[in-house]
Every structure is written in structure tokens, then in C-alpha cells.
């Protein structure tokens, strides 16, 4: 079993910066893939940028160039550093990760943007 705890969201101005953390904690912890999704109200749950374990990444066309995911294997922990926020970022933010043959979720974290 894997557990994740996410922090750094809150309400920023447009044009501003936040950072989102994930910490995954389990025993025989062993991740492959980390990655941040978000939901908007009404819409589905879209991927944002995942990062496989060798540090590959990808990013969803709208956030390209003003997102940067990153993660510290030695801390399983995932980083979503953004910036230049736009109002339609606006959305709960979930952590995810494959460990093996199953995938985790954490519990989700606002971010609003908003002047």
C-alpha cells in the first residue's frame, strides 16, 4: 500500500508562482511513474505531467513551458513547480503514481488563480 500526501496549493494572482509537493511513504515502496492531474469543476480529471523513475518527462500542451515537474527519488517525493498561472489552471490537483501493477491517489489540492 502507498500513501501520498500533496501540499503547496492556494490562491495566486495571475502571472504567479506556486509549488505543489507529493510525498509517497509505504513499505517495500518501489514507484515507477509520478505524476500531477487536475480536475476542474464539470470537466475530467486530466493528466498535467508525469515523470518516470529514469526522470523522463511529458506535459500536457497547455501547461508546456510554464510548468517543470521534477522528483527526488531518495525522498519519493514529486514536485510541480508552476508558473505564469492563468486563471483556467484553476483546478484540484491530484498526485499520482504506478508502483508495480497498481496506481495511487492522493487527496487532491486547490489551486485557484485568481485576481
Known amino acids: 500500500q502507498v500513501q501520498l500526501v500533496e501540499s503547496g496549493g492556494g490562491l495566486v494572482q495571475p502571472g504567479g508562482s506556486l509549488r505543489l509537493s507529493c510525498e509517497a511513504s509505504?513499505?517495500?515502496?518501489?514507484?515507477?511513474?509520478m505524476g500531477w492531474f487536475r480536475q476542474a469543476p464539470g470537466n475530467q480529471r486530466e493528466l498535467v505531467a508525469g515523470i518516470t523513475s529514469g526522470g523522463s518527462t511529458n506535459y500536457a500542451d497547455s501547461v508546456k513551458d510554464r510548468f517543470t515537474i521534477s522528483r527526488d527519488n531518495a525522498k519519493n517525493t514529486v514536485y510541480l513547480q508552476m508558473n505564469n498561472l492563468k486563471p483556467e489552471d484553476t483546478a484540484v490537483y491530484y498526485c499520482?503514481?504506478?508502483?508495480?501493477?497498481?496506481?495511487?491517489w492522493g487527496q487532491g489540492t486547490q489551486v485557484t488563480v485568481s485576481s
Open positions: 509505504g513499505s517495500r515502496l518501489s514507484i515507477d511513474v
Open positions: 499520482g503514481v504506478v508502483s508495480g501493477f497498481n496506481s495511487y
